[in-house]
Structures are given as structure tokens and as C-alpha cells.
């Protein structure tokens, strides 16, 4: 076996080994986000005008979404396809581009959110929270 060929072997289990923990997170995260739905359903809520916007299902959404990625990258390693190592590079750029996209406008609206309501005015999600 050359060394080249030897490299490239090693390079596939270390790929599949670093996404099998991204799969394992990615599970840890969906379990937490099935165990705040199911026991703490009222400590749970985000104080947003959108009712279905959860701690439980945000944790819900993001260990699913790490959980695909990281079985499509265990498998395209394994199997060297390429078109599930494609999907997987596809679901990793989504992902960076919607994490810089955050960065920027949380970055641009900094001084919106961080400010305190005028005098006389409420916070939006009401009084108490």
C-alpha cells in the first residue's frame, strides 16, 4: 500500500469518527429537546410573539438538522459516495452562511435590542417577564 493510499484511508476514518460525534451531539441535543417538551413545558418558553418558538423546539430543530448532517457525513465517508458527501457540504455551507448572516444582523441591530424601552412603554412581551 502506498503512502498516499494509506493517508487517504486515514483521513476517511478520522472524517467518519469526527462525524459520528457530530451525529452523538446531535442526538444529546434532540434528547434534551424531547425531555424540556415533555417536563418543563412552562419553563421551557421564550418570551417572543411567536407561541410555538421554544427552548424545547429550537433544541428539537437543532438536533435534527445535526443529527442528518452528521449521519449523511458518517456515511458518504464510509461509503466514499459522493453525492452524500455532497449533501453534506451543501447542509455545512447552509449552515456557516446562516450562522454569518446572524452574526451581521445581530451586529447591525445591536442598538436596537439592547436599548431599554421608552418611559411609559412596556417591553413587547408585557409587563412581569
Request: aromatic content about 12%.
Amino acid at each position: 500500500m502506498s503512502v498516499s493510499r494509506s493517508c487517504l484511508c486515514c483521513v476517511k476514518y478520522l472524517m467518519f469518527v469526527f462525524n459520528l460525534i457530530f451525529w452523538l451531539g446531535g442526538c444529546g441535543l434532540f434528547g434534551i429537546g424531547v425531555w424540556l417538551s415533555f417536563t418543563q413545558a412552562e419553563f421551557s418558553s421564550l418570551p417572543l410573539s411567536f407561541p410555538s418558538l421554544s427552548a424545547a423546539n429550537l433544541l428539537l430543530v437543532a438536533g435534527g438538522i445535526t443529527m442528518v448532517t452528521g449521519f449523511l457525513g458518517c456515511l458518504g465517508a464510509l461509503k466514499e459516495q459522493r453525492c452524500l458527501l455532497f449533501m453534506f457540504f451543501v447542509i455545512l455551507l447552509l449552515l456557516v452562511l446562516t450562522e454569518v448572516t446572524l452574526a451581521l444582523v445581530i451586529h447591525i441591530f445591536h442598538d436596537q435590542v439592547t436599548e431599554a424601552p421608552p418611559c411609559g412603554h412596556s417591553a413587547p412581551w408585557g409587563p412581569g417577564v
